[in-house]
């Protein structure tokens, strides 16, 4: 491992929440830090999201049941999935790896890692919004899971048992102490689980840009400009820029998200298998008289509505598709009539649809490390649906490991060589 040390120039490419994160505490180590992106912070996947940190989100998607779900969902069943096929077939050696790490080994070792990473994040997470002035952003009365009949919470079994496994804070609900709760949302909810080890934020995207305004009052510099070419020379690392500006780094950390897959290939020719799970969203006006205190996921719906500065944002589930294929109108506007079901929604917001892809490797756990073959070049991408809640505590362990510090958190299994080779 190349060790980085304090006053050593780091370049960070990508300003989602990962790379400001990884800046953040690069710079709190006294690294000299540059993050690059052509859009601003904050203005890709880590705007778009539904803005939930939740202890529950230790459940990948590719957990032991999928391949006894695998029919209904490859039959389309499940609104909150969808696949362009042409696609999933071009990534079957991503898909197959992802369907195989859903064994009960891999599922034990994915729900450890990930619930240790979003435990510590949690941490860093509300010390850094303190730190930030925005603590008035996070709400922290948890998120709830809505089933339509008793026997779709009873198939959530598995899910509550792992959540207790944990000692993630749940409850469960009957129709009258969700009203008690969300008492907007229609009564056609039997069951409702209340993650309580949750909270959320009003705006992602601005939770992004505070921190990179922070990072700037910190003494770490933003650059609105696109890497278009890494060269590595006897005195570290030119990063090439789209304005012609190039900058000279001893440390380059790739914190693309879902760009980081053609970016490593376009400039190494690393084959990084990471699969696309593109998801939309909408914000509407709450309907008059009518609120939502808090994130909630219709299980049958396959959607999430969030309470947001922008108004109610509904996000979509799953599509497997590529990055830049043209956005699929039918989920998202499936989403819609099925929230119109379970809360009565005003008009559309003027805010544009959005579409975005969540960066996802086979045994949906993040890429943080130095990458194989590739002296002081970091890696720290991947982050599939909860690289929002864990870009701060990815920071860290990236930091941790770069200065040789011990690591709050075991790196193990997020070590890039369990998929790519020098
Ligand atoms: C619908 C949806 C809902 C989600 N809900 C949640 C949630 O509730 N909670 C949660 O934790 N996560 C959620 N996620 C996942 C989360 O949004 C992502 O995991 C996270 O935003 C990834 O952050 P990132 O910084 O890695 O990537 P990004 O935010 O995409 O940042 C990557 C940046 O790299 C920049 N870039 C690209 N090319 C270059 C280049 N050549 N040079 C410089 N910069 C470049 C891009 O402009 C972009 O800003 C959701 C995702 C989706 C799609």
Known sequence: MTQARPGQRAVVLGAGMVGIACALSLRQRSMDVTVLDPLGPGAATSHGNAGVLA??????????????????LLRGKNPGFRYHLPWVLGQWRWGLSFLGHARAADFQETTTALDALIRHSGTVHRRWMAEAGIAHRRRDDGWL????????????????????????????????????????????????LWVQDASSVDSPGEVVRSYAAWLQALG????????????????????????????EADHVVVALGPWSRDFLRGQFGLRLPMGFERGQHRHFHPAEGTALCRPVYDTAGGYVLAPMAQGLRLTTGVELNAQFAP???????????????????????????????????????????????????????????????????TGELLAQLMLGEPSAIDPHPFRPQRFLRA
């Open 55 to 72: 202890r529950s989100s230790l459940m990948p998607f590719n957990h032991p049941g999928l391949w006894a779900q695998l029919p209904a």
């Open 327 to 393: 956005p699929h109108q039918a989920q998202l506007e499936v989403a819609e009539r099925t929230a119109r079901e379970a809360m009565p929604l005003g008009d559309r917001t003027s805010d544009p649809d959005w579409l975005g892809s969540r960066p996802t490797m086979p045994d949906c756990r993040p890429m943080i490390g130095e990458c194989p073959g590739q002296e002081a070049l970091w890696l720290a991408l991947g982050h599939q649906h909860i690289g929002f809640s864990t870009g701060p505590g």
């Open 220 to 247: 770490g510099a933003v650059r609105t400009d696109e890497a278009t070419g890494l060269h590595r020379h006897s005195g570290g690392w030119t990063v090439h820029t789209r304005s012609g500006t190039p900058l």
């Open 145 to 192: 899971f809505l089933y339509r009949s008793e026997a779709a919470f009873d198939s959530g079994a598995f899910g509550r048992e792992t959540l207790a496994r944990f000692g993630v804070a749940t409850r469960v609900l009957d129709a009258a102490a969700l009203h008690e709760l969300e008492p907007h949302l229609k009564p056609m909810f039997p069951r409702a």
